[in-house]
C-alpha cells in the first residue's frame, strides 16, 4: 500500500470523526425516537421491533461514545478508499 494511499484514508477518517461528532447531538435524538418507534411496533410485530430495536441500540452507541464513533469512522473510511487504485 502506498503512502499517499495511507494519507487518504487517515484524513476521510479524521473528517468522518469529526462529522460524526458534529451531529452527535442529531443522531442521539433521532436514535430515541427510532427507540420509542421500536418498542411500539414490538407489541405489533416482536420480530420486526427487534429488527428495528438492532440499528437504533447502534445509532444510541454511536450518539453517546466516543469509540464507537472512531470504528465507525475507520470501517467507513476503510471502505471507501477500498478499490481506489489511483497509485
Known sequence: MSNRRRLRRERLEYYLIY???AYRYLIWTASFLLLAFAIAL???DPV???MVLLPTMYLLLL???YSVAV???RLGAWLATLWNHND
Request: without cysteine; proline residues 0%; charged residues 0%.
Open 42 to 44: 414490538m407489541f405489533i
Open 71 to 73: 470504528y465507525t469512522a
Open 63 to 65: 450518539g453517546t461514545s
Open 19 to 21: 462529522l460524526i461528532l
Open 48 to 50: 420486526a421491533g427487534y
